[in-house]
């Protein structure tokens, strides 16, 4: 398995399912040494490379290293890669290189996902504060663009301010975790009583089919599959409740979505069948049949069964993972 293998594997994909920004700049890079329209002995250096893919140079590093591993280029003496021989495609070869956008999103979305999963993945294993000025130089950006991407993670609970106003990760303990599903038990029922009147019968019955769905082909979901599955409960369908203070408040503390999100990927399938399937068909078969009492109370028991499996996933990652350091990421004791 190729790096960028592993990575699509593991990773969540951008906005829109897009691929990641890596994986796309690999298999652009990839074609064109294939088919010859980088001959052997091109240079590819990082810098160009991003300018001309209207990306940062963080997603180009880690596709020329793919590259590599895959023998497609090597090092180059100083700096960059060189692109090797291989067997060029006939028809092809001729064929010019046209300038490639990989993405036409604002420039903080080009790493927001990136950057998010760089520290939710961590958070298991510790608490980290987050340098701004060093997330920006990592990723070739402007600390602008930089501000934006924390002030996203903050709108997402993924990060908060101390009391000296610097930004960290709360590593997620188990008290902690804890903390968090009892907010969310606590608001979420709420806000899907609230939601319920609101939302179109179509979307609940929607999200109804694909549980069901889900429920008997169990053993062939995925981690992304899973992800989605939660989205449409704990995203969309809480999405109606019309009490913005509320929905606000709902959606600081599903900052464990976002590690959710990671772990599905990490290690999807801890148990024969994933235990939130049929606890989310109870609360979408009574909201299809217009029971929202009963539906806000299998809400409430979904939440609080999963605390112990979302502390057992957490455990599992600390006991397997190993990240490797990143500038903007510094741990904190404790």
Same mark, same amino acid.
């Given at each position: ?20 920004? /890596? ?31 209207? +990306? ?73 504060? +987050? +340098? ?6 990592? /990723? ?13 993670? /903050? ?43 609101? +939302? ?16 008997? /082909? ?117």
């Amino acid at each position: 398995m190729t790096a960028v293998d592993d990575a699509r594997q593991r990773e969540p994909s951008g906005a829109g399912g897009a691929a990641r920004l /890596h994986a796309q700049a690999f298999d652009v890079l990839a074609e064109r040494v294939r088919t010859g329209r980088l001959p052997a002995g091109t240079r590819l250096l990082e810098s160009r490379v991003a300018a001309e893919f209207g +990306v940062s140079r963080a997603p180009v590093r880690q596709a020329l290293a793919a590259l590599a591993e895959a023998g497609l280029v090597s090092r180059g003496e100083g700096r960059g890669y060189v692109v090797r021989t291989v067997d060029a495609g006939a028809d092809d070869a001729a064929a010019a290189a046209a300038p490639v956008r990989l993405s036409s999103t604002a420039s903080w979305e080009r790493i927001y996902g990136e950057v998010e999963l760089n520290i939710v993945s961590r958070t298991a294993l510790s608490a980290w504060r +987050v +340098v701004e000025a060093d997330l920006a130089k990592h /990723h070739g950006v402007s600390r602008t663009v930089a501000r934006e991407v924390v002030a996203r993670l /903050h709108q997402r609970g993924v990060i908060r301010k101390d009391d000296r106003s610097r930004w960290y990760a709360p590593g997620l303990t188990p008290g902690y975790v804890a903390e968090l599903y009892e907010l969310r038990w606590t608001l979420e029922p709420l806000a899907l009583a609230k939601a319920a009147p609101l +939302v179109p019968r179509h979307v609940v019955a929607g999200a109804r089919a694909r549980i069901e769905a889900a429920v008997a /082909h169990a053993d062939a979901l995925d981690g992304p599959a899973l992800d989605a599955l939660e989205a449409d409960l704990h995203g969309t369908i809480l999405g109606y409740c019309p009490q913005r203070t509320l929905l606000d408040a709902v959606r600081l503390y599903q900052s464990l979505l976002v590690a959710h999100s990671f772990l599905y990927r990490w290690n999807p399938a801890p148990y024969p069948t994933e235990p939130f399937l049929p606890e989310h068909l109870q609360i979408l078969r009574a909201l299809d049949a217009g029971d929202t009492a009963h539906a806000t109370v299998a809400l409430e028991a979904h939440l609080r069964a999963s605390l112990a499996r979302a502390n057992a996933r957490l455990q599992a990652v600390k006991r397997g993972s190993r990240p490797d350091p990143l500038p903007y990421l510094k741990p904190l004791p404790g």
